[in-house]
């Protein structure tokens, strides 16, 4: 009997959080040009080792590929390789983002319906993104230009740790919040901060380990599995929903604001169906995104519902 792939968020993280605090401290010391080198030799050692991730990769560049019909688009070693190297480059922006070393003037902002006009007063609204580009971009428009309060949902256990590092590195606009379940406690806390002006940002293409509904839709045509969890959340919460994502496009940073619903209701016998349409909606604009910036969607494990662990 074959064994079921584990969930991604069952994976412990390579010591991630202690790997960021040392990178951090090595950016800040050495600075970004030294530590450089440094990533190169880490990327390379998790490309070679890193067969799961690399054939994820792989099975993700190929579906671009042939959904967009563009076959300068298909996987080589080398298209691989710089994935990986973009997702390194996205950590060094991380850091230039928490340490305050990213002017808002390297910052282009796509907003053509004007969402960044409701983050200055009235309730507060909901943003979901994906891991596509970096996202940290965005909460640094929150830190220094919109001065609004973010709260950032993840399904992460070591929220909490990583508040503590963006507090050492004077964050005071951002904060993370666990959410692995939508419990009334959390659903409460969630309400009053929308009452206060405070916005809420979660990810649309994460499924998390426990207590979440799923919605299995088209992405980059074969049938995927999507978290329901951010438009059950704007439907209990009554707040309009918006998507945001952020691409590097010729050394310069991207914002791209967009409407998506302004409400999202349904009745209890037809809940599924509604969402699943949000969810379907939600899918096809990422493929489009994802084409804008095709080796900047982040997700290095087995994504659609199929699990081809053939080597490669």
């Known amino acids: 009997m074959s064994r079921q792939p584990r969930h991604w968020a069952a994976h412990r993280e390579r010591g991630s959080f202690q790997l960021m605090r040392l990178t951090a401290w090595l950016a800040r010391h050495l600075g970004r040009r030294a530590l450089a080198p440094l990533l190169y030799l880490i990327v390379g050692y998790f490309f070679l080792f890193g067969g799961r991730a690399r054939?994820?990769?792989?099975?993700?560049?190929?579906?671009?590929?042939?959904?967009?019909?563009?076959?300068?688009?298909?996987?080589?070693?080398?298209?691989?390789?710089?994935?990986?190297?973009?997702?390194?480059?996205?950590?060094?922006?991380?850091?230039?983002?928490?340490?305050g070393r990213l002017p808002l003037t390297r910052i282009d902002m796509a907003d053509p319906h004007g969402v960044r006009l409701a983050m200055h007063g009235g309730r507060g609204q909901l943003l979901v993104g994906a891991h596509l580009g970096n996202l940290e971009v965005c909460q640094a428009l929150a830190e220094l230009g919109e001065k609004v309060r973010l709260n950032v949902l993840v399904h992460t256990k070591h929220a909490e740790r990583f508040n503590r590092l963006l507090n050492n590195a004077g964050s005071q606009h951002l904060r993370l919040i666990q959410v692995s379940e939508l419990d009334p406690a959390i659903m409460l806390q969630l309400s009053e901060r929308l009452d206060r002006g405070e916005w809420l940002a979660i990810a649309g293409d994460r499924v998390p380990l426990r207590g979440g509904r799923t919605a299995t839709v088209d992405f980059l045509g074969h049938p995927a599995a999507f978290p329901q969890g951010p438009w059950l959340l704007a439907g209990l919460l009554r707040c309009p929903l918006n998507l945001l994502c952020c691409l590097k496009l010729d050394g310069r940073y991207r914002v791209i604001l967009e409407p998506f619903a302004e409400r999202v209701e349904w009745r209890r016998q037809d809940r599924d169906r509604v969402i699943r349409g949000h969810v379907q909606r939600y899918a096809d604009r990422l493929a489009e995104l994802c084409l804008l910036a095709p080796r900047q969607w982040f997700n290095f494990y087995p994504f659609w519902n199929d699990h081809d662990d053939t080597p490669h």
């Open 55 to 99: 054939r994820s990769v792989r099975r993700y560049q190929q579906r671009l590929a042939d959904w967009s019909g563009r076959p300068e688009l298909a996987p080589t070693r080398a298209s691989l390789f710089a994935q990986f190297m973009a997702f390194a480059d996205s950590l060094l922006d991380k850091l230039d983002v928490w340490s």
